[in-house]
């Protein structure tokens, strides 16, 4: 059984920081997308960041140049790396990962609480 533990979040003023960690544990064979995503008070859930196994990362537009998304293959961990923080961007985050056991699958971890508000 595969599973995805966040950790991280909290309450920030605007223009804090904030760093969320997902690692992913259980019978992995390989991880190829790793991802954030958060759902906004109202709103669905939104693609933030993405990181692939090999590195490469794109971001929403939203977040572009606040937020960095990183990864540590070897504790099959990703992280978001949240400055600059906003009001706005109060919500639930979400890791997610496609993470293969026997074939690929999607999994998410468990959700985290991010507010900023003063």
């Known amino acids: 059984q595969v599973q995805l533990v966040q950790s991280g979040g909290g309450l920030v003023q605007p223009g804090g920081s904030l760093r969320l960690s997902c690692a992913a544990s259980g019978s992995i064979v390989g991880i190829s997308n790793m991802d954030w995503y958060r759902q906004l008070p109202g709103k669905s859930r939104e693609f933030v960041a993405r990181?692939?196994?090999?590195?490469?990362?794109n971001y929403a537009d939203s977040v572009k140049g606040r937020f960095t998304i990183s990864r540590d293959n070897a504790k099959n961990t990703v992280y978001l790396q949240m400055d600059n923080l906003k009001p706005e961007d109060t919500g639930v985050y979400y890791c997610?990962?496609?993470?293969?056991?026997?074939?690929?699958?999607?999994?998410w971890g468990q959700g985290t609480q991010v507010t900023v508000s003063s």
């Open positions: 997610h990962a496609n993470i293969r056991v026997v074939t690929f699958d999607s999994y």
């Open positions: 990181a692939t196994h090999a590195g490469t990362t």
